[in-house]
């Protein structure tokens, strides 16, 4: 399983951009995903996930803010992120674990995509 996160840059507080999750040897629709994202001198934290049946779930810093989907015939999972603020600066990674519902913790996720920068300026 390979995963490629893309779709990161600069944007000023207040922007949106949308993050893409593509996969080979894997399809998103049998497991759970996850985007997690770790700003430097912090642990990489869970901001969103989706599990097998299309569940949604989002950490408390994100929600209403930030909205995972997946599309089954492109085979590839977004995070679409709007109203950014300058503390949503990090690398964000997806991730893919060995089972059907979320989970908020990165431990129990098996296959991790590169990671994809977001920087936000105020």
């Known amino acids: 399983v390979q995963l490629q996160a893309f779709g990161g840059g600069s944007v000023q507080a207040g922007g949106s951009l949308r993050l893409s999750c593509e996969a080979s040897g894997h399809s998103f629709s049998t497991s759970a995903t996850g985007w997690f994202r770790q700003a430097p001198g912090n642990e990489r934290v869970f901001v969103a996930g989706?599990?097998?049946?299309?569940?949604?779930s989002y950490a408390d810093l994100v929600n209403g803010r930030f909205t995972i989907s997946r599309d089954n015939a492109r085979n590839t999972v977004y995070l679409q992120m709007f109203s950014l603020k300058p503390e949503d600066t990090a690398v964000y990674y997806c991730?893919?674990?060995?089972?059907?519902?979320?989970?908020?913790?990165?431990?129990?996720?098996?296959?991790w995509g590169q990671g994809t920068q977001v920087t936000v300026s105020s």
């Open positions: 989706v599990s097998w049946s299309g569940a949604t």
């Open positions: 991730a893919v674990r060995n089972g059907r519902l979320t989970s908020r913790t990165s431990d129990e996720y098996a296959y």
